[in-house]
């Protein structure tokens, strides 16, 4: 993974009931689970699991979140959530996430989540050579 942006990955989500608030949208909390999803498939489809990572002490732990919401999804919706990934610093990933209805260009919502790596422990460690290679 280099410091300059990768190219995009991409996900779905299907909005379920469970998902959505009393008024029949997605709860605002919901956001982040979708985009905790995409981060961990992209590193499942780059063939490097976090279980793997966490069993030789590395873990990677939510550093910041900017969440922004610009139209309510509902139950049924079909989302397609895109990943852009970047390396901010030694220690860190910037994972650049967008989710919108599918065949919609406009967002439902966008989120700027920064991951740190931690050791086995628990202190700031640089981030595993393997997950560099990831393009």
């Known amino acids: 993974m280099s410091d300059a942006p990768a190219s995009d990955f991409h996900t779905t989500a299907k909005v379920y009931l469970e998902d959505t608030d009393a008024q029949g949208i997605v709860y605002h909390a919901n956001y982040l689970k979708f985009f905790e999803r995409a981060r961990t498939d992209y590193f499942d489809v780059h063939?490097?699991?976090?279980?793997?990572?966490?069993?030789?002490?590395?873990r990677f732990v939510v550093y910041s979140v900017d969440v922004k919401f610009?139209?309510?999804?509902?139950?049924?919706?079909?989302?397609?959530?895109?990943?852009r990934v970047s390396r901010s610093s030694?220690?860190?990933?910037?994972?650049?996430?967008?989710?919108?209805?599918?065949?919609?260009?406009?967002?439902?919502?966008?989120?700027?989540?920064?991951?740190?790596?931690?050791?086995?422990?628990?202190?700031?460690?640089?981030?595993?050579?393997?997950?560099l290679a990831i393009p």
């Open 90 to 131: 030694p220690f860190r990933i910037s994972f650049h996430q967008k989710a919108t209805r599918a065949g919609e260009a406009a967002p439902v919502s966008t989120a700027k989540v920064e991951v740190v790596c931690i050791g086995p422990n628990g202190e700031l460690s640089e981030i595993p050579a393997e997950l």
């Open 70 to 83: 610009h139209r309510a999804a509902v139950l049924g919706d079909r989302l397609e959530i895109e990943t």
């Open 47 to 58: 063939g490097v699991g976090l279980a793997a990572a966490q069993a030789r002490g590395y």
